[in-house]
């Protein structure tokens, strides 16, 4: 790639520009290398401006940037753009010859149930043999190759080149978990999507945010990307489409940007008529049965995995599949075989007489409905352990200490990646929200001895659920990635008891 081809793509001059050959692109100044061209990004905390030298030290042959420092500027060229992430977005696309538009790309938003609903829609699509990948949470996948995930939507870069990986295996569909921070950071600016999915809105983020609104509005921009130009490989054939949970508060904001993008609109609801609505739900020994109305008829619906929000998150994906035009009475032959998602209610089984769940439940609406879903399935008591992330919204704390202490016979509050905080400070906070509602509960910061704890008092028919970190098997501690996994814990203290 050349320079001049580059300023020309991003609407520059390229009079001035030396015609010199580009080797990468990079944000991070530490990976420079000769003949690479740094991209300086403003994130939350850095500022990329201030490591331009840094990179040229380290052989950037050029630099983007939303302002030239002169002191690199006199002998390195800087091409000066409004908004750099804007254009690293633009640019991963072009370097990688825009892989997106020989994707059929999903995208899903939204509080609660993200890594669900795409890994759902991910194993439909593998029913019907299509060459799919997935991009979440707790992983990426490129067909059936399982590789692991930083963030649940990555860079722009990384991104990009995942992407590519997909077109270079022959697959035809992705699914991606579409975050806020990357929303609002542009990481997915430059893709194509076919087709949007809303699982809900609730307080979350809001350490990044600020306020609900700008979360919301952050949601929002998945969806206006629909009105986009289409006409790519992937998506010529097929009408953009958008599906939105009509139960949520914020259902009709969703709507109206579908509408505004002259998408097609898939609606699903427990609750009102839509397009696909769920009727008769309960639960199972084996997860939930329940009926769904589709096009005036019904259609007995069995899932195996617990939870009112799963039925949600299963009819989100129904939604997609039904969307690209396959029959709903063959997508739920396959619903009934639908895989577990780690840490997603997921059940520990060692021979114990009691159950344990291992959720990542970390939001007020996360806990509010495992809760409640736990209390359905549990004949004695129901015991949680639970804390909240630390450098993360205060204000949601004392809510979920409040739910905890409402909806559990006895609660344990522990750590939940304190990183920078004190535990204890943030274990206050929580307190604050459940002292007025229940004095059935104790303090334990150190998670292990918590799950022990909890474990130990449980008795049969009793119901231990442990929320917060779910499938991941990291506890962060004051810059420190400390091995630590819920489910295998709660596995060694249930060993050891027998």
Not at 49 to 74: F, K, L, Q
Not at 383 to 406: N, S, W, Y
């Amino acid at each position: 790639m050349r320079l001049r081809d580059i300023a020309v793509y991003l609407g520059i001059s390229p009079d001035s520009v030396p015609d010199i050959n580009v080797k990468n692109l990079h944000y991070d100044s530490r990976t420079v290398q000769p003949e690479d061209v740094f991209i300086a990004l403003v994130g939350t905390n850095t500022d990329g401006h201030n490591y331009i030298e840094h990179a040229v030290a380290n052989g950037a042959v050029a630099v983007i940037a939303e302002y030239a420092p002169p002191s690199v500027a006199a002998h390195t060229p800087v091409l000066v753009v409004k908004d750099t992430r804007e254009v690293i977005s633009l640019l991963a696309e072009l370097v990688h010859d825009f892989p997106d538009r020989k994707l059929n790309i999903v995208g899903v938003t939204g509080t609660n149930g993200k890594t669900t609903t795409t890994n759902l829609i991910r194993y439909f699509w593998q029913r019907r043999q299509l060459k799919a990948g997935l991009i979440g949470t707790i992983c990426n996948y490129c067909n059936e190759r399982r590789l692991p995930a930083v963030n649940t939507t990555p860079e722009p870069l990384h991104l990009a080149e995942l992407l590519s990986q997909l077109v270079e295996e022959e697959c035809t569909h992705l699914v991606m978990e579409v975050s806020s921070h990357a929303l609002k950071q542009k990481r997915v600016d430059a893709l194509r999507f076919q087709g949007a999915v809303f699982t809900n809105l609730t307080q979350d983020h809001l350490d990044y945010h600020r306020t609900f609104e700008d979360y919301l509005e952050a949601k929002l921009q998945l969806f206006r990307m629909l009105g986009r130009d289409q006409a790519s490989e992937a998506t010529a054939a097929q009408a953009r489409f958008a599906v939105v949970n009509i139960d949520d508060p914020r259902a009709t904001h969703f709507c109206q940007a579908a509408e505004e993008a002259k998408a097609q609109l898939w609606t699903y609801s427990l609750e009102q008529p839509a397009t696909l609505q769920a009727q008769n739900y309960h639960l199972t020994r084996r997860g939930a049965e329940f009926e769904l109305l589709y096009q005036g008829q019904s259609y007995a619906a069995s899932l195996p995995l617990s939870g009112k929000f799963n039925v949600y998150n299963a009819m989100a994906a129904l939604c997609v599949l039904l969307a690209e035009g396959f029959a709903l009475s063959e997508l739920l032959l396959d619903l009934q075989e639908a895989p577990q998602v780690p840490g997603r209610f997921e059940k520990i089984e060692e021979g114990q007489p009691f159950s344990v769940i291992v959720d990542y439940a970390h939001t007020p609406d996360g806990l509010e409905n495992v809760l409640h879903t736990a209390r359905e399935l549990v004949s004695g008591r129901l015991i949680t352990v639970f804390g909240c992330g630390g450098d993360r919204d205060h204000g949601k704390r004392p809510q979920m200490g409040e739910l905890a202490g409402r909806l559990s016979d006895y609660a344990i509050i522990t750590s939940d990646n304190p990183r920078t905080e004190d535990p204890l400070a943030i274990i206050a906070d929580v307190e604050a929200g459940i002292k007025p509602v229940s004095q059935n509960y104790m303090v334990e910061p150190d998670r292990r001895a918590a799950i022990g704890m909890a474990l130990a008092m449980a008795g049969p028919d009793d119901l231990v659920l442990i929320a917060g970190k779910g499938h991941e098997d990291y506890q962060l501690v004051n810059g420190r990635v400390l091995d630590f996994d819920d489910r295998k814990v709660a596995r060694e203290f249930l060993t050891d008891a027998k």
